[in-house]
């Protein structure tokens, strides 16, 4: 999809569905004002007699029969605030309702409010309209309609025009990462091995000569000692591999890890998840999609900061070689492990990814893991967990998250729980008996493993995945949670 500035004004531009925002409440004033006066009264008039309020998600469609340059003015409602989300998710419900009507090219008029954060605004509407229109439609045999939707123009002042081509700019990049994530964890697990995952990596790799790879397989594992990884994957036919992807540009004065949990298919192994919980587990890999969604764009985002993705992946099957509740595992630092629960598998695997992450040396590491059920009872589907022991990371993180729309709260890794996760026999046990206080289990499990590298852990496991369509930007499936918020991270460092 393509994406202009112009500096036209909106009754000259050609659109099929030209688009206005308007927030609760506003009058019509300004440009729709005048655009009303062309129609002779009629968007007042449609907006009063269907009760526009401007709430979100709101939409009034309004015929111009042919007295202005587009075929028909959406109007649509983005709540209460200027914020930036208000605006990606106006855009999300435009594109997907121009899409309905089968618009090829269409116009959104930036609000006046926004004009001084041009750029934001315009990579706001340019993640909207793409990620709220995002389908995968790889395994529809009769091919459903692909969205007609091919051109947006951003209409604002010609002196905003460098802001918002830098802003379409951005947002091209982001939704890129994130539709590259969205993609691989769409596909089915048996499509989307740990094989394919390298597949993946090895693409990203060949197509930018600057990202590096280094493909570990399970021989390789092997001799790194990382216990944890091949006790997870030795229930499964398909072998693992660990993957490290590196983007190192001139001059760099940081260096950034970022752990992502990569199991394609987590079945909770001999602890087999029953009945529904089963059905997504194809998603286990979301962390480690996003790292490599992310990676794929650095080059074009020029962050000045080093970034190193470590992808840990295999599968968590039952069968006669899998790892058994008691068995024991050292990890690649020499700590045993009891497990005590297969089906706490994400923390075993993400702790041997973190040992080779801290070897790197890196200012900051970062793991994104959908690593518990229990943050999704503690803080639902749309929020994602964050943990970790330094107070500025945790801050960067969230101020990125101001900027992306995605919502991450904070959990206390409090030492007073760490009695949970010692075993009688081993150093450690993947997991406790208690039913209370899951998500900061498994934070204080992965705390173990990151020595004195200022560390945050992102549990992705709730919005990971749209169980609904209720973020209008996020459709039902995977949503690339927590790309965006890493891509502004690494941009601010
Ligand atoms: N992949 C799951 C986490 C998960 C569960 C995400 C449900 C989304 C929905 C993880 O590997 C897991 O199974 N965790 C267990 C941990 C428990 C055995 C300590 C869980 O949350 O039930
Ligand atoms: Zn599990
Ligand atoms: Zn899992």
């Known amino acids: 999809m393509e994406f202009f500035h112009s500096s036209e004004k909106s009754e000259k531009i050609i659109s099929d569905s030209l688009i206005f925002f308007v927030a609760e409440k506003e009058k019509v004033s300004g440009t729709l004002a005048a655009i009303d006066r062309k129609l002779d009264g009629i968007v007042r008039e449609v907006l009063k007699s269907e009760e526009f309020t401007g709430k979100e998600k709101q939409v009034a469609i309004i015929h111009t029969h042919q007295k202005i340059g587009s075929r028909h003015l959406l109007v649509v409602g983005i709540g209460k605030g200027l914020s930036r989300d208000a605006l990606r998710k106006g855009s999300a419900v435009a594109g997907r309702r121009a899409k309905t009507l089968g618009a090829k090219r269409v116009a959104v008029v930036l609000p006046v409010g926004f004009l001084p954060q041009s ?294 890794l409090v030492d007073e729980y760490k009695s949970l996760i010692e075993s009688d026999i081993a150093d450690l046990k993947n997991t406790s008996r208690s039913p209370y206080g899951g998500v900061i289990e498994g934070g204080l499990f992965l705390r173990e493993f990151v020595g004195k590298v200022p560390w945050v852990h992102l549990d992705i496991a709730g919005p990971a995945w749209a169980e609904r369509d209720t973020n209008p930007y996020l459709p039902k499936g995977a949503t690339g949670f927590s790309v965006r918020t890493l891509l502004h991270y690494l941009l601010a460092q």
């Open 119 to 412: 750029e934001a605004a315009a990579q706001a509407i340019v993640e909207g309209v793409q990620l709220g229109t995002y389908q995968f439609l790889k395994y529809k045999s009769v091919p459903e309609k692909k969205h007609p939707l091919e051109s947006v123009v951003i209409g604002a002042p010609a002196a905003r025009r460098r802001r918002i081509n830098e802003g379409i700019r951005l947002g091209q990049l982001f939704v890129q990462a994130t539709t590259f994530a969205r993609d691989m964890v769409n596909e089915p697990a048996s499509h989307m091995p740990p094989r394919e995952i390298a597949t993946a990596a090895k693409r990203i790799a060949r197509q930018n000569p600057q990202i590096k790879l280094k493909v570990f397989d399970a021989k390789a594992i092997a001799k790194l000692g990382m216990g944890a990884v091949l006790g997870v994957a030795q229930g499964s036919d398909e072998p693992p591999y660990f993957l490290h992807l590196s983007y190192v540009p001139r001059g760099a004065k940081r260096k950034i890890a970022l752990v992502g949990k990569g199991i394609t298919f987590d079945s909770g192994g001999l602890n087999l998840k029953p009945g529904k919980h089963i059905e997504n587990m194809k998603f286990d890999m979301a962390g480690a999609a996003d790292l490599l969604g992310l990676m794929s764009v650095l080059p074009d985002l020029k962050p000045k900061v080093e970034v190193h993705a470590l992808i840990p992946t295999c599968e968590n099957m039952p069968s006669g070689k899998a790892l058994r509740p008691g068995d024991i595992v050292r990890t690649m630092d020499g700590k045993t492990v009891e497990v005590i629960n297969t089906d706490a598998e994400g923390r075993l695997i993400l702790a041997d990814a973190m040992v080779y992450a801290t070897r790197l040396k890196p200012d900051v590491l970062i793991d994104v893991a959908t690593l518990t059920g229990a943050c999704l009872v503690a803080l639902g589907e749309e929020i994602a967990g964050a943990m970790g022991d330094s107070r500025s990371v945790l801050k960067a993180v969230f101020q990125a998250a101001e900027q992306s729309g995605e919502k991450f709260w904070e959990l206390p």
